[in-house]
């Protein structure tokens, strides 16, 4: 199993520049999740997709910050536009169900810089 | 070696000694929690779970207290070794879908 695979790895980019980050979950599993992380506010939750559907996005910081889910294998976080204070590492993870259990699988992030 | 907290971030043990990692949580209806290790630069990886209808669960070298009278969780590492250095997150289960993660702890593993 290939694990959730997340790209790109590292990226850095100017202010004000669109960034696209990109995540294809573990094949069967139907529920995803983008995860912030920063030294700051640690690991948050921005938004969580069920069967393709944003179930909840309450933590997406602001509407410069866009995800979609266009089919069960894919999904990208768009930032547009971006800010230095969006640096942080962005995680995906999948599960099977819609109960998370022991079950949720993390990507190993992107790491974002904005300058 | 022992963490107290959330406010004591680092934790710094020898080879072959116990680790005790502690986290407090804050939603009393909290029924789910699990622990999580994260390795540098790496995602979370899941270690053990435990359900609020019990006080302990053992894993591989690995045990998990819950005391629901004080929301407090803690994670027993046994004879830890160079490869547990890493940071150990607990988690809440929120709404049966959204971790709620604590702040971490960092272990140092001293050979």
């Known amino acids: 199993d290939a694990g959730v695979i997340q790209s790109p790895r590292h990226e850095v980019t100017e202010m004000g520049q669109e960034v696209t980050l990109r995540c294809k979950p573990i094949?069967?599993?139907?529920?995803l999740f983008w995860y912030r992380q920063t030294m700051m506010r640690g690991l948050e939750l921005l938004i969580y997709f069920n069967n393709n559907v944003p179930i909840d996005d309450s933590g997406m910081p602001e509407d410069r910050f866009s995800a979609k889910m266009p089919n069960a294998s894919f999904s990208t976080l768009k930032i547009q536009p971006s800010e230095p204070r969006d640096s942080a590492v962005y995680f995906c993870?999948?599960?099977?169900?819609?109960?998370?259990?022991?079950?949720?699988?993390f990507g190993e992030g992107s790491w974002l810089t904005v300058v | 070696g022992e963490s107290v907290g959330l406010h004591l971030p680092t934790l710094s043990v020898q080879e072959g000694d116990n680790s005790i990692i502690n986290c407090a949580y804050s939603?009393?209806?909290?029924?789910?929690f699990i622990w999580y290790k994260q390795e540098s630069g790496k995602g979370p990886q899941f270690i053990i779970d435990i359900r609020s209808n019990m006080d302990k669960r053992q894993g591989q070298r690995v045990t998990v207290l819950l005391n629901k009278t004080v929301k407090h969780l803690s994670l027993q590492i046994a004879a830890t070794q160079p490869g547990d250095s890493a940071v150990y997150f607990c988690a809440e289960i929120l709404n049966d879908y959204k971790l709620s993660f604590g702040a971490g702890t960092t272990v140092t593993v001293r050979a």
């Open positions: 094949s069967g599993h139907n529920s």
């Open positions: 939603n009393s209806a909290s029924d789910y």
């Open positions: 993870a999948s599960t099977p169900g819609t109960t998370i259990g022991n079950t949720i699988y």
